[in-house]
Structures are given as structure tokens and as C-alpha cells.
């Protein structure tokens, strides 16, 4: 079932996001319709609050663009920064509107510890794009978008964008 993609300013992306405790029924419908939604957007990740519900799982697929799909649900993931700071190019974000597009610092490099759907551990390294979508999407679980990761100017322009699309769009 495709879900409804929460955008900012909405509240809810600014929550601290609470552990799966059991990976219940529940839990696998949520990451099919989670995976479902990520495909239809399009985009390469998807993390539980951006569909409005507030737990510690994220789907992604952040090789999508060359062909074949490669579905991962990670639930309750944790990152260890490795490497070193890099520049992630024109990062976007499906809760952003406006297509917004920022450059944002990130790791390089990233220790992923998980559990997948099945409630196998995971335990890998990271590098390259998909590093940067699971540190983008372990964001989302900690109430933190990639805008509040660029400069105070660049979201201080963006802010006054999106409070004059709010109001035309709620003036019609
Ligand atoms: O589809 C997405 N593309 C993307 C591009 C660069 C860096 C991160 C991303 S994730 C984004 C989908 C999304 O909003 N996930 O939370
Ligand atoms: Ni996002």
C-alpha cells in the first residue's frame, strides 16, 4: 500500500524516533508499504517517519538508478563515523520540498550495525553513495533533515521560499 510522504515543516520530522522493540506482522507490512512508497517517489531510501510513524527502521536502495532493485529494510541501525569528512553532491529529500538540492557534509565512510527484517544482525562498512543515504536516513530517526545540516544563510533563503509557497498554496 503506497503511504503518504510527510514534509517539512511538519513536527514529526523533528522527533526522536523509539527502537522496534519486536519485529512484529506490523513491522513487515510497514517496511513493504515503506519500500512500495520509496519506489513510487522515486528515491533511493525511506525512513519510518517520513511515512508518519515514529520507529527506528529505514528502507533503502541506493544503487536503484543502475538497473536492478536491491530492496534492504534496516531496523534499529546504529553508524560509526569512519574515513573522513566528505561533501555529499546536491543532496534531496523526499520530506523537502520545493526540489531543494544542498551539498552537506558527511562521513566517507560509515560502521552500519542493524537487524534485518528476518532479525538477522547486520554489522558492515559503508563507502561512496550508499554511506551517505544511511547516514541521511539515520537522521531522519533522529529528528534531523539534511537542511539542518547546510549553512544558516542558505537555510535562511530556503525558510522564506517555503513560507511563501505555504502561503500561496493555503491561499487558493
Ligand atoms: O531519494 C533520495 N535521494 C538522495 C540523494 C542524495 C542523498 C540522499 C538521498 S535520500 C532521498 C530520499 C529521502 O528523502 N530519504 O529520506
Ligand atoms: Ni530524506
Redesign the pocket.
Known amino acids: 500500500m503506497l503511504l503518504d510522504i510527510v514534509t517539512y515543516p511538519d513536527p514529526r520530522l523533528k522527533e526522536r524516533c523509539a527502537p522496534v522493540a519486536e519485529i512484529t506482522d506490523e513491522i513487515r507490512e510497514l517496511a513493504a508499504d515503506m519500500t512500495e512508497t520509496m519506489y513510487a517517489?522515486p528515491?533511493?531510501?525511506?525512513?519510518a517517519p517520513?511515512v508518519g510513524r515514529l520507529v527506528r527502521m529505514l528502507v533503502m536502495d541506493p544503487g536503484v538508478q543502475e538497473g536492478e532493485r536491491a530492496p534492504r529494510v534496516l531496523i534499529n541501525p546504529e553508524l560509526e563515523p569512519m574515513g573522513e569528512v566528505i561533501t555529499?553532491e546536491?543532496?534531496?529529500?523526499?520530506?523537502v520540498p520545493l526540489s531543494y538540492r544542498a551539498d552537506v557534509p558527511r562521513w566517507s565512510k560509515v560502521r552500519l550495525k542493524a537487524t534485518a527484517l528476518d532479525g538477522t544482525p547486520i554489522d558492515e562498512v559503508l563507502e561512496g553513495f550508499p554511506a551517505?543515504?544511511v547516514q541521511?536516513?539515520v537522521d531522519?530517526l533522529d529528528g534531523t533533515l539534511?537542511i539542518d545540516r547546510v549553512s544558516r544563510l542558505r537555510r535562511t533563503l530556503y525558510d522564506s521560499k517555503v513560507r511563501k509557497w505555504l502561503k500561496r498554496k493555503t491561499a487558493g
Not at 528515491?43 to 525512513?47: E, K, N, P
Not at 546536491?90 to 520530506?95: A, D, K
Open positions: 517517489a528515491g533511493v531510501g525511506l525512513a517520513q555529499s546536491q543532496e534531496g529529500c523526499l520530506s551517505v543515504v541521511h536516513e531522519h539534511f
